[in-house]
């Protein structure tokens, strides 16, 4: 059995240091995508305060397809042209949105989501899925959080095995 430690107290750049090395060990000895996807989001779900939603949205034929998540009830498919999450795939970069009802397209799964965080997936520079993360606070995340987080995806990208297509 795996345990998670709560570093919150700690200053933003430590306790995002101390969540990567218990991913890492989390996702140790594993390679799977869509185990490491549902592992990571209910990692994130439960270390991060505030938080509604985590989870995956992967490409598929320039759409993004729901993948394994931690919350209610999601949108299906999001088309790269619509939302927080279709512009991380379009624009390959990740998208902090302090309050999700200013943005005149955003896709409103859950009506409790109030700020957003998106970060895209990219392996060897292609664009294969976003990480999307809500909370019921605006302004919920700061640079700092964007940042440990980022850091956070990019352990669980090194952590799968990318050579298997969704079709």
């Known amino acids: 059995m795996y345990s998670i430690e709560n570093h919150s107290s700690l200053p933003n750049v430590a306790f995002y240091q101390a969540?990567?090395?218990?991913l890492n060990a989390l996702l140790s000895g594993e390679r799977d995508l869509i185990c490491n996807?549902?592992?990571?989001?209910?990692f994130i779900m439960q270390t991060l305060p505030d938080l509604n939603w985590a989870g995956f949205?992967?490409?598929?034929?320039?759409?993004?397809?729901?993948g394994p998540y931690v919350g209610k009830v999601a949108c299906t498919r999001i088309p790269f042209s619509r939302g927080v999450c279709g512009a991380a795939a379009r624009t390959q970069s990740t998208q902090?949105?302090?309050?999700?009802?200013?943005?005149?397209d955003h896709i409103a799964c859950d009506a409790a989501s109030n700020a957003e965080l998106v970060v895209p997936i990219l392996v060897e520079g292609n664009i294969?899925?976003?990480?999307?993360?809500?909370?019921?606070?605006?302004?919920?995340?700061s640079e700092d959080?964007?940042?440990?987080?980022?850091?956070?995806?990019n352990t669980f990208i090194q952590s799968c095995d990318w050579s298997w297509q969704l079709s």
């Open 19 to 22: 969540l990567n090395e218990q």
């Open 37 to 42: 996807a549902a592992q990571f989001s209910a």
């Open 57 to 66: 949205y992967f490409v598929r034929n320039n759409e993004l397809l729901l």
């Open 96 to 104: 902090r949105v302090d309050d999700v009802h200013a943005i005149a």
């Open 128 to 141: 294969k899925a976003v990480f999307d993360i809500d909370s019921p606070k605006t302004h919920r995340f």
């Open 145 to 153: 959080d964007q940042q440990g987080i980022e850091q956070l995806v």
